[in-house]
């Protein structure tokens, strides 16, 4: 296999950081899972790239594969913090993964272009974390494509992880069924992005959508509703900005929701 050659921009990072879709995509086509390598923590230079690297492998279930040497590092909390992420949402399962926008102008031979960062979308199905929810999914946007997430990874009350990649200013994704409720997302990527949300989930019915703000430790940092009167038709919700900054903005007959920290979580709920 060829060394990883750097990302292209906008980061400069070992393009292994920015592989997320390859690992479980490798599962897909072959029907092997495939270990993460080993990254060792002396050779990470920013808090941003470790979260990249991290965040994108917890939303793909795939164990991070840590390397040290006795040493302390400045990282160690942090890939900690990771790992305890990854225990609580669970692996990815085998059988379960799912391209769901394929780059057909990228190479995906495994082993020849493994390290070649192609724009894809793919889900699968978590198992084994000690989180007690409905069903646990995790995607991968690395597309400026509308993502729909298969019906069977988001019933009532799922958690989906997501991951954005750098390279996409807005991650489209539509997700639940039309009887859906209560919907969670981690937002697992250190860029602050901006999430357009569908689905099924947003088929509302005289109701609005109340959003709870999570801090990765459990804070609850704010709790605001999504259109600020009851609705009924297809709609969209945005997220933009920091998990612990909130601010409404005009969207269409709609209001913005801005919100983000690495790991943060969204839990959102409709209400009749």
């Known amino acids: 296999m060829a060394p990883p050659p750097l990302c292209s921009a906008p980061l400069l ?5 920015c592989r997320h879709t390859k690992l479980p995509q490798r599962a897909e086509f072959t029907g092997t899972a495939t270990n993460a390598y080993v990254t060792f923590l002396e050779g990470v230079d920013s808090a941003f790239a470790l979260d990249y690297l991290l965040g994108g492998f917890i939303a793909g279930g795939v164990p991070p594969q840590l390397g040290s040497t006795d040493a302390p590092t400045p990282w160690d909390a942090q890939a900690a913090a990771w790992v305890a992420r990854f225990n609580a949402y669970g692996h990815a399962v085998e059988g379960a993964a799912e391209t769901l926008v394929f780059d057909a102008t990228c190479c995906h031979v495994p082993g ?3 390290w070649v960062a192609c724009a894809d979308a793919i889900a699968v199905a978590l198992t ?19 993502v729909a997430l298969p019906a069977a990874l988001t019933p009532d009350g799922a958690t989906v992880l997501l991951f954005q990649a ?12 039309d009887g859906a409720v209560a919907l969670t ?4 990527s250190p860029v602050a992005p901006c999430v357009d949300l569908g689905g099924g989930f947003w088929r509302l019915a005289t109701q609005d959508v ?27 919700g945005r997220a933009c900005g920091t998990c612990e900054g909130l601010r409404s903005t005009p969207r269409l007959a709609n ?16 209400v009749r």
């Open 112 to 114: 020849l272009c493994e």
């Open 185 to 188: 997302l981690v937002l697992t």
């Open 255 to 270: 209001r913005a929701l801005v919100y983000y920290a690495s790991g943060c979580i969204l839990s959102t709920q409709t």
């Open 166 to 177: 750098a390279t996409v200013p807005v991650a489209r994704v539509d997700a639940g069924d």
């Open 13 to 17: 990072l070992p393009v292994h950081f």
């Open 128 to 146: 084994g974390g000690h989180l007690a929810t409905p069903a646990t999914a995790g995607v991968i946007v690395a597309t400026n494509a509308t």
């Open 210 to 236: 109340r959003v709870t703000r999570i801090a990765p430790n459990g804070t609850v940092l704010g709790v605001a509703w999504a259109f600020g009167r009851r609705v009924s038709g297809r709609r969209r």
